[in-house]
């Protein structure tokens, strides 16, 4: 949930946040609020976030995830199989 959080719905509403934080801190930014263009920024970042953090050599390609495991008295890490 918390990575969903920092990775989608942070970078999303970041746009949002500014231009409500300009308008309140200035007077001269306009009153309406340009929802195509913040939304379409929020995607953008998103977008974007997700492009730079992400990890394509995780796992190699045909690999399986095994689970970590209790083995005679020693905990055996996950790892990819």
């Known amino acids: 949930m918390f990575r969903i959080i920092y990775s989608v ?4 509403l970041t746009p949002f946040a ?15 609020w340009p929802v195509k ?4 920024a929020g995607l953008g970042l998103v977008l974007i976030f997700l492009f730079v953090f992400s990890d394509p050599d995780k796992a ?3 690999s ?3 689970p970590p495991k ?3 008295g ?8």
């Open 9 to 12: 719905l942070l970078p999303f």
């Open 18 to 32: 500014l231009y409500w934080l300009a308008g309140y801190f200035s007077k001269s930014v306009p009153r309406h």
């Open 37 to 40: 263009t913040l939304t379409a």
């Open 60 to 62: 190699p390609a045909g």
């Open 64 to 66: 399986a995830y095994v």
């Open 70 to 72: 209790f083995e005679n």
């Open 74 to 81: 020693n905990i055996i890490p996950a790892h990819y199989g």
